[in-house]
């Protein structure tokens, strides 16, 4: 006998089918969200509506690093102010900036200045170039606030020696890190007088090329001229010889020699040692009311005299 289905089931279910299709979409909706929870969409991949633009303000914050780029110590007293500036760079450099000297005030009786104003090398109204070169430069100035003055005191504590004292500590540029494709200031590239005597005994004697005269000042002096370019070894060399031509002339100037035209300096080990000196006799002096016919004005005897 065959198996007859439910009628009160399929009436069931034939209802429920007619329940669904009769329910409006957005009750649908909401009713399959809630039999299936997995199927939910996240809030965070859920539209969010645009937000409205905002008017710029008229004075935007400006980024401070003053925690990053520390001021020099205002504790230390220095005997003169070569030993202070030396001391104020090399602090700076480790901090990520460069010190540079802004002005000179207050002389004394001797002429010598007693108070100099420092401030940050980026200090500065920035310019805009109008070269039509080949080189494309652009201003290295960001306006930085940060400056500092160093001051000789006579008055105890201080008895006449050098110290800092910082006016403004705030910076608004970032650190310099060393890293590769950042610009490199300047100050760290400057040769002084201990690197420029080695380039010219290396140069001279050596006579090594612009590459390996800028590895060997890296290695030679560590860190004091590790961002040397070979451009900053050519100049300085450049350098050096405009300044020894320049007092060549003023020597040969002196000597009433032509200054207008380039001299060498050839160093004193290289020269030939002087000649040894040579005793000239002198003709003995004529006596007196002697008169000795001048040449020039006597004939050479090849005139025909007339019979």
């Known amino acids: 006998m065959a198996h007859q289905p439910n009628s009160h089931a399929q009436g069931q279910y034939m209802q429920q089918q007619f329940t669904l299709q009769a329910q409006p979409p957005q009750q649908n909706h909401m009713q399959q969200q809630q039999q299936h929870p997995l199927q939910q969409v996240h ?9 409205q633009p905002q008017p710029p303000s008229q004075n935007p914050p400006r980024p401070n690093f003053q925690m990053s780029l520390l ?126 005597r080695w380039l010219m005994i290396m140069h001279r004697e050596a006579q090594l090329t612009l590459r390996q005269l800028t590895i060997g000042i890296r290695i030679s002096f560590g860190e004091k001229y590790q961002y040397v370019k070979k451009s900053d070894v050519r100049n300085m060399l450049a350098k050096m010889k405009r300044e020894e031509e320049r007092k060549a002339a003023q020597l040969a100037a002196q000597q009433g020699l032509p200054s207008n035209v380039p001299y060498t300096i050839i160093p004193q080990q290289h020269q030939p040692p002087p000649p040894p000196p040579v005793s000239v006799q002198q003709m003995p002096a004529l006596p007196e009311g002697m008169h000795v016919p001048d040449p020039d004005l006597e004939s050479d005897g090849d005139e025909v005299e007339d019979l």
């Not at 809030?43 to 937000?51: A, E, F, K, R």
């Not at 930085?144 to 403004?168: G, I, N, S, T």
């Not at 200031?185 to 007088?193: L, M």
């Open 71 to 196: 001021p020099p110590p205002q504790d230390r007293l220095y005997p003169d102010f070569t030993t202070l500036l030396t001391d104020v760079k090399s602090f700076a450099r480790t901090q990520g900036y460069a010190v540079v000297i802004g002005s000179s005030l207050n002389r004394d009786s001797e002429g010598n200045y007693r108070r100099y104003n420092l401030s940050c090398a980026k200090g500065g109204k920035s310019y805009a170039s109008h070269s039509k070169g080949i080189r494309n430069t652009r201003s290295t100035k960001t306006g930085c606030p940060m400056r500092m003055k160093a001051v000789q005191e006579k008055a105890h504590p201080y008895d006449d020696k050098w110290h800092v004292v910082v006016q403004c500590a705030e910076h608004n540029h970032e650190p310099f890190t060393g890293e590769p494709g950042v610009s490199v200031p300047a100050q760290f590239r400057k040769i002084e007088p201990d690197g420029a």
């Open 43 to 51: 809030p965070s991949l859920q539209p969010h509506p645009h937000p």
